[in-house]
């Protein structure tokens, strides 16, 4: 889901060859969960359960 959401606010993301680790917009290497909070941070994700 952070893939999705970063990618369609114009974010470069790439995965490494086993998908284990994500770069985004050519910087660090950062795995699932530091993909997760970065989009987080970033006010890109609504969160779970909350209706709009």
């Not at 606010?9 to 086993?18: F, K, L, N």
């Not at 994500?22 to 290497?29: F, I, L």
């Not at 909070?37 to 209706?51: E, K």
Request: hydrophobic content about 45%; overall charge neutral; proline content about 2%.
């Amino acid at each position: 889901m952070a893939v999705t959401v970063l990618t369609s606010r114009g974010h470069t993301v790439e995965p490494d060859v086993d998908f284990e680790n994500w770069r985004v917009a050519g910087g660090t290497w950062l795995t699932a969960g530091g993909l997760l909070a970065l989009a987080i941070r970033l006010c890109l994700n609504s969160g779970v359960g909350r209706l709009q």
